[in-house]
């Protein structure tokens, strides 16, 4: 007898929004996570001090503002489930070593006064940017959380149009030679082309162009998310919707395999060696290099293929401190979301990511950061604040030493470069923990090689190519009933709530319109 209508294999936000979705049109869902946590990428821990809470991964939410899942709140998250946002009014900004600074508002004119400060050329491209990153946002939007459309039609549609052929070129260009089409300023340059390295990629990686766009438009209309009582906030909304509507949600339960057959996934198998099976469907976060393992019967073309994709050169480190006081900054009114720690060239930037292509790590760090109890304050004990900041680092490091033995004195290079910064950093920083490019791997398989996109953000393994042609619908060609969920599957890594997109070809295959799912 099946345990489950639906079981889903990890609790990371993508799997539990497709779990969710099958909750509420009417299937007994089973979730089992392999941590002692819930939520993947999308977890708020104290993980320095009791009373500070930590987003360990994503801190805020950008692109699921523009999925239905919220715009049209279907499952009850916002209305129902507890889960309120914060826009603050200046998303994403960088501070610069004389002390300048340089803010993107939502107001695209308080943005543009703001680059006029460097160029006031620059600021009239800005103009253009944004309206044309306004035109192209609806368009952009609708294939974001719906399977993607194939390849050679997509080029097909771009290409019967003038505006569809400005479009095609923007996305084969890379950011570095946009940006230098577009603006004057180094300084305005180097603030652009932070959008690419936040996808972990170079600014003269081609086919990155189309970002600034992506990040601009819904950094307008929709604001920077921050989720009041952490990132977790969400992962806990949807984990109420999955109990109140039937679900289960397991902890330490890792699967070890998935069972199939007749060519059918019809249940898993846990490290214990216990059975849960399932009757429609199972929902899988299986990074594409573990899934001939954890599903012996994957025809062997598609596991080739499954194999070979590739990792991003650049991972991830992070530093999360507890603070005893609230940041002080050199530079005047620094109130961002997003807060980038520019080096003192735009050269200095692009040539950082030519270190991290070669293993090399980079010279200057590239710190970002964020400081969310200033305006969440619901996240510290009182009068304290916590920060959370990012660097790129290889996964192998070229001494050969561990990153276990080595990511505290890493994280005091960070902590110094943030100081040339910030009045009262090292002083203020109580605590601080440290998740090194292995310790995202141990967090979550998705997060292979500390790759927060689960593999590289390339044009071969995007949209329906994303992570492989065969596995780009979300579908396990040879497998029927497995469905895949990820930063690894269309449309990549960070917080779009991309799981919708699964629940639809899954319950299609069952016969199950999404658009009538509603709570």
Known sequence: MADADIIAIGSGHNGLVAAAYCAVAGKKVLVLERNPWFGGGVVTRELTRPGFRHDQHSMSHIFIQGNPLLVHDELGLKSRYGLKYLFPETPMMSVFEDGRTLKLYRDSEKSAADIAKFSARDADA????????????????????????????????????????????????????????????????????????????????????????????????????????????LTNALIACIEAHGGQVIANAEVREVLASG??????????????????????????????ELVPSLPAPVAAGALRTQITDAACITVHAALDAPLRFKAPDVDAVMIELMPESYETLRRAFDDLRYGGFVRTPLVGLGSLSQFDPSRVPEGKAILHAWDYVPYHRPDGASWDDTKRDYAKVMIDRMGVFIENIPDAILDFHVDSPVDMERTSPSFLRGDLHGIATTTYQSGAHRPTPELGQYRVPGVDRLFLVGPFQHPGGGVFGAGRATAQVLLEDIDIDIEDVRV
Not at 195 to 201: I, S
Not at 211 to 230: D, S
């Open 263 to 292: 060519g059918r996934a019809t249940g898993v198998v846990l490290e214990d060696g216990t059975r849960h099976m399932a009757k429609d469907a199972i929902i899988g976060a299986i990074h594409p290099h573990l899934l001939p």
């Open 126 to 233: 800005f103009r253009k940017v944004s309206a044309q990153a306004a035109q192209w946002l609806p368009m952009i939007q609708a294939s974001l959380y719906t399977p993607p459309m194939p390849v050679g039609a997509g080029n097909m549609m771009l290409d019967s149009s003038h505006e569809g052929r400005e479009l095609w070129r923007v996305m084969q260009m890379s950011s570095h030679d946009h940006l230098c089409e577009l603006f004057e300023s180094d300084e305005v340059r180097m603030h652009f082309a932070r959008v690419a390295g936040e996808n972990l990629v170079s600014p003269d990686e081609k086919a990155t162009g189309i970002g600034m766009y992506v990040f601009l438009g819904f950094l307008e209309k929709f604001g920077f998310g921050v989720a009041q009582g952490g990132s977790g906030s």
